[in-house]
């Protein structure tokens, strides 16, 4: 029997087969790009991904890349991502925030590649590979992140995880730690993930010195990140998101400390409706291709699933937001090996790659947010060209003032800053803000109408400003 299922995964792939996983790969990095681009041009991409466009662009033209958004932080500063420098490199052929968004599509679609060279070295037949690679595409997470998160440096890590699981199976060195790198280059707190990659590794896959590797170079980039180089970068301020964890303390320290000095929490919190829900979320697309013998496989994603079980943030449980991240690569690892059980020991015949797709596309349809761009995002359409009008007068060393929807399109300069609830009077004068554009449509969440009232009303009181620009609701407002 094992001899039989061997020797039709290494049956030589039809012609076809060939063309499958670069046209997958194509056609998912076209899609994910047009679908962030559109957003983009409809203004409903905010100030993070403004944030990492002001950041790259100041990197590229030999400037420091401190942030104005978020105002004083550091590239380092924010989550020690220094994969934005190899990045920055685009924006020295040609500054553009296009570049952020296809390299973020171009990340994701690639995990097609080592999932599917993974499934065919575990010993699946090329028609479950490429069910497979297809079931990762219409995983819902992956179209959603895509352009909801805006941009996440962390997407570039979702292939590069799943390649080091590959490199250590075929137990390539140089492959293992260059995708190790990459990881851990995206986000401190990617470190945890690398480590419990290094436990599974070694504990389960009969990889010791993989896991090692892995375990000693995460813990100590978590150490030199969280401890020196972030709060150095942040001015003497701890690491980023350690306030979605309130209710266990202030500061890393104090909340790790209790975490392991009462574990109870985490257990308690685990059992919670909304996180049996979030993990019923996270399995569903892929369910009916799981087996229970091989949940062992997601033991390097569950440093990533404690945070966000123990957060108070919701949005980190569910498919729309970046957490999700680093936990999908083990999610189709588990998906793989499943598979190969089943089909070893003919468990569940009926369950065809066929079946398989079918199920992911039903998944699609359910939990993608494509509905986005029809009840949320075409609306503002008629506003576009009024919005644009705006742009084209605002100059290229201007010193803006805007909101977060806005500043994606002006973040390539030194000074660029957001409109608040209240004393935008005080704004202008602090950061000698030259320039205002307000767009009704396209205003942060946080910002009532009133204040914008308020800051229009001030604008026009003001000796020093002249409304240049109108149409709609659109101001552009200029230092006289």
């Given at each position: 029997m094992k001899i039989e299922f061997l020797r039709a995964a290494k049956a030589s792939p039809p012609p076809t087969a060939k063309l499958f996983l670069p046209g997958l790969f194509l056609i998912t990095s076209l899609v994910l790009f047009f679908f962030s681009s559109l957003q983009l041009w409809l203004f409903r991409e905010g100030n993070d991904l403004g944030f990492f466009d002001q950041l790259v662009y100041l990197l590229s033209r030999g400037q420091s890349p401190i942030s104005t958004l978020l105002e004083g932080v550091h590239l380092i500063g924010d989550h020690g991502a220094i994969i934005f420098y190899p990045i920055s490199l685009l924006y020295v052929i040609y500054p553009d925030v296009?570049?952020?968004?296809?390299?973020?599509?171009?990340?994701?679609?690639?995990?097609?590649?080592?999932?599917?060279?993974?499934?065919?070295?575990?010993?699946?037949?090329?028609?479950?590979?490429?069910?497979?690679?297809?079931?990762?595409?219409?995983?819902?997470?992956?179209?959603?992140?895509?352009?909801?998160?805006?941009?996440?440096?962390?997407?570039?890590?979702?292939?590069?995880?799943?390649?080091?699981?590959?490199?250590?199976?075929?137990?390539?060195?140089?492959?293992?730690?260059?995708?190790?790198?990459?990881?851990?280059s995206c986000k401190e707190a990617l470190a945890l993930t690398v480590i419990g990659l290094g436990f599974w590794l070694g504990l389960c896959q009969k990889r010791f010195w993989y896991g090692v590797g892995a375990i000693v170079g995460g813990g100590l980039w978590f150490v030199v990140a969280a401890v020196y180089l972030i709060p150095t970068f942040r001015g003497g301020h701890q690491m980023a998101g350690t306030w979605h964890y309130a209710s266990l303390g202030t500061s890393l320290t104090e909340i790790a400390v209790k975490v392991l000095t009462n574990p109870q929490i985490l257990l308690s919190r685990a059992v919670m409706g909304d996180r049996i829900f979030y993990y019923l979320l996270l399995i569903s697309p892929i369910l009916i291709g799981l087996h229970w013998r091989k949940l062992l496989t997601i033991i390097p994603a569950l440093p990533m699933l404690g945070l966000n079980i123990l957060a108070d943030y919701s949005r980190q449980r569910d498919l729309i937001h970046q957490y999700a991240l680093p936990i999908i690569p083990f999610l189709f690892i588990w998906l793989v090996a499943s598979l190969v059980y089943l089909n070893r020991y003919r468990q569940r015949r009926w369950l065809s790659p066929r079946w398989l797709i079918l199920w992911s596309i039903i998944a699609w349809l359910a939990l993608a947010k494509y509905g986005y761009y029809w009840t949320r995002y075409a609306p503002l359409y008629r506003n576009v060209s009024a919005v644009n009008g705006a742009l084209e007068l605002v100059d290229d060393d201007a010193r803006v003032l805007t909101s977060g929807y806005?500043?994606?399109?002006?973040?390539?300069?030194?000074?660029?800053?957001?409109?608040?609830?209240?004393?935008?009077?005080?704004?202008?004068?602090?950061?000698?803000?030259?320039?205002?554009?307000?767009?009704?449509?396209?205003?942060?969440?946080?910002?009532?109408?009133?204040?914008?009232?308020?800051?229009?009303?001030?604008?026009?009181?003001?000796?020093?400003?002249?409304?240049?620009?109108?149409?709609?609701?659109?101001?552009?407002?200029?230092?006289?």
């Open positions: 296009h570049w952020l968004l296809a390299v973020q599509a171009i990340a994701l679609a690639g995990g097609v590649v080592p999932i599917y060279f993974l499934s065919r070295e575990s010993g699946l037949s090329i028609g479950y590979a490429q069910a497979v690679a297809v079931c990762y595409v219409l995983y819902p997470a992956i179209f959603n992140i895509n352009f909801y998160a805006e941009f996440r440096p962390e997407t570039i890590a979702v292939p590069a995880l799943i390649w080091a699981v590959l490199a250590a199976k075929r137990r390539s060195v140089g492959q293992f730690a260059i995708a190790i790198i990459v990881v851990l806005i500043a994606p399109h002006l973040s390539q300069r030194g000074m660029i800053t957001l409109l608040g609830d209240d004393n935008n009077a005080a704004r202008i004068a602090k950061h000698d803000i030259d320039t205002v554009l307000i767009a009704k449509q396209h205003l942060d969440f946080g910002m009532t109408p009133q204040a914008v009232n308020e800051t229009l009303e001030n604008l026009s009181e003001s000796a020093q400003f002249e409304l240049i620009y109108q149409q709609q609701d659109v101001f552009l407002w200029q230092k006289k």
